[in-house]
């Protein structure tokens, strides 16, 4: 597949990756003439925050597996940039000498949270690439995350207090701050409060908030924050900035801000359009062949009306297996015990992990006979469960009536027959067809794959055009990735807009900025010259009218005033 597979949300990490990095390189390039503690922090802060948007457009448009590579990267590069922004914070307008300790207390709190997101990320990549395990992040840290995140805008919120002299309560001081540097302080309440907010979104998750939602706001809460902190800091830039510097700081963003919402509004009727190779009321046979692996056809229509006891799971991923005794033979070797998921899994000999989907490779024989997330304790009412019937020579697994986890509104119902002899059917009766995918989700929000891999080692992020096609002998796994397919669907209608931003990102860098300086800057300067030798004695000066516009006026002016 493509390496890379653009979804609305990678559309908008890649406006706020192309103007977090333009704010960075500007903040770069005053250091050189303007070095102080407190801008060197907040260019330590954009440049690391450059690199957590571009691990988060990574993680947006990437396959399952490359995506690890920079999600487990991406809270330790959050943490280091949480760091240089609360001693900012502390410094901003001017660093308060009352704030010392509490400076220094913040500073051991974001460094002991920095190393440890830094010691999970190094255990992480241990275990992808020497064990092949897949950890997600702990509930706990999502809220440590969270309270890390509070402290800026509490930082900003003390010291805007601090930098208004007057003595009033603090009360009118917040809301009508007096003085440049506490109005500056004020203004980044609210573009750091931004990212707690955020950050509350993240914990969320926990509670099963939408991913849709949770992508939206970070698209759009990133976005604001930026163009939020553009508008309030260009005014505070050590030395000052030049108009061309503000407006076209100021058009960039806007101009992003309006892109990287563009595809959250054009995508959702074009993927209500993408229809999986997903049949309902259908059985497929999977019979063993002499080379070892296997026949796959279709078979009149067979569904076990009689499903057997209820199988007490849950949906998260410690209580999700129940095992059963029941011998059979995949892939030519015997196994004494099955596992059946609640997430459409069949794991022979060990439990199966969710996680570890996400990995490179299959290192457990699976049957999958619909692999997505589903709820296996629907409210009452509803029905459902998952059902396991044993007989001495089958074993037949029902996932009945149950509700998509993500997507609750959609009821599956699907099964599974394993024959002692090896042969095993799949067979669809209730499918809540068209599925509408959710683009930017987990990737067993949706229906993912169908299937069977033997856990030898084979590629996970492929797929067959169709299980029942004529196989050929190669290594690949014999499944149908729904998700892969979709997401290859999405790219081709996402990838003009990606060229556009690039595009229209490039020509507003570099054409934008030469216009203004014919149009505006160079006008202005030679009025602000012309201006400064008359302030020195020189009374002889006079500047032609090049337009009849508000520049045009002030040079009229001007000459007005010499004579």
């Known amino acids: 597949m493509s390496a890379i597979t653009l979804t609305p949300a ?47 457009f990574l993680d947006a448009a990437l396959s399952p597996y490359h995506r690890l590579l920079a999600v487990y990267a991406e809270n330790t590069v959050l943490a280091l940039a949480l760091v240089f922004l609360i001693q900012f914070a502390y410094r901003f307008p001017e660093r308060n000498p009352q704030r010392k300790w509490e400076a220094r207390v913040t500073f051991a709190i974001s460094l002991v949270y920095f190393l440890w997101e830094g010691g999970y990320m190094v255990y992480r990549y241990v275990s992808l690439f ?10 706990f840290a999502a809220y440590s995350m969270a309270f890390v995140l509070l402290l ?47 950050g509350v979104s993240n914990v969320l998750l926990i509670f099963r908030l939408p991913y849709t939602i949770f992508n939206a706001a970070m698209s759009i809460g990133i976005l604001a924050a930026l163009w939020l902190f553009a508008t309030n800091y260009i005014n505070f830039v050590p030395g000052g900035a030049s108009v061309q510097v503000k407006l076209s700081v100021l058009t960039l963003t806007f101009f992003l801000a309006l892109l990287g919402s563009v595809g959250w509004l054009i995508a959702p009727p ?17 019979t063993p062949d002499p080379s070892g692996g296997y026949q796959v056809a279709e078979i009149p229509f067979s569904f076990e009306s009689e499903l057997g006891e209820r199988v007490h799971v849950r949906f998260q991923q410690d209580q999700q297996n129940h095992k059963i005794d029941f011998r059979f033979p995949f892939y030519g070797q015997f196994y004494n015990q099955v596992y059946i998921a609640s997430s459409g899994a069949i794991a022979m000999g060990q439990a199966f992990r969710l996680p570890d989907m996400q990995a490179n ?62 042969v095993f059917d799949i067979t669809t009766n209730g499918l809540p067809l068209p599925f509408v995918f959710d683009p930017d989700s987990t990737p067993s929000a949706n229906p993912w794959v169908r299937g069977v891999v033997s856990g030898r080692g084979e590629a996970l992020h492929t797929s067959l055009n169709k299980l029942s096609a ?19 669907y999405l790219h081709a209608f996402m990838l003009p807009l990606a060229g556009i931003v690039l595009g229209g990102s490039l020509l507003l860098m570099i054409v934008l900025p030469l216009l203004l300086r014919v149009s505006i800057v160079k006008p202005l300067e030679a009025l602000s010259e012309s201006a400064r030798q008359m302030e020195e004695g020189d009374l002889t000066v006079a500047l032609p009218i090049q337009n009849e516009d508000e520049i045009g006026y002030l040079t009229g002016a001007f000459n007005s005033m010499r004579s």
């Open 361 to 422: 490779a299959a290192n457990l024989p699976i049957i999958f006979p619909l692999l997505i997330e589903l709820d296996p304790n629907p409210p009452t009412g509803t029905g459902g469960g998952l059902y396991a019937r044993a007989e001495a020579d089958r074993l037949v697994v029902t996932w009945d009536h149950l509700p998509a986890l993500y997507q609750p509104e959609a009821f599956f119902t699907f099964q599974a027959v394993l024959y002692s002899d090896g």
């Open 152 to 198: 800026a805008p509490i930082a900003f919120l003390r010291q805007s207090i601090a930098a208004d002299a007057r003595p009033v309560s603090w009360v009118r001081k917040l809301w009508k701050p007096e003085g440049k540097g506490a109005r500056g302080a004020r203004g980044f309440v609210l573009v750091f409060g931004i990212l707690f907010v955020l």
């Open 10 to 56: 990678s559309i908008s990490f890649l406006t706020q990756f192309i103007l977090v990095l333009s704010i960075s390189v500007f903040l770069v390039r005053r250091l050189g003439d303007h070095r102080t503690p407190q801008l060197s922090l907040l260019t330590g802060f954009f440049a690391a925050a450059s690199v957590f948007i571009g691990l988060m």
């Open 470 to 488: 004529p196989l050929q002998n190669d290594p690949s796994p014999l499944i149908e990735n729904y998700q892969l397919a979709f997401r290859r």
């Open 270 to 286: 074009y993927i209500a359009t993408f229809q999986p190779n997903l049949v309902d009321h259908q059985t497929l046979r999977f």
């Open 130 to 139: 020497v064990q092949e395990t897949v950890y997600f992040r702990p509930y």
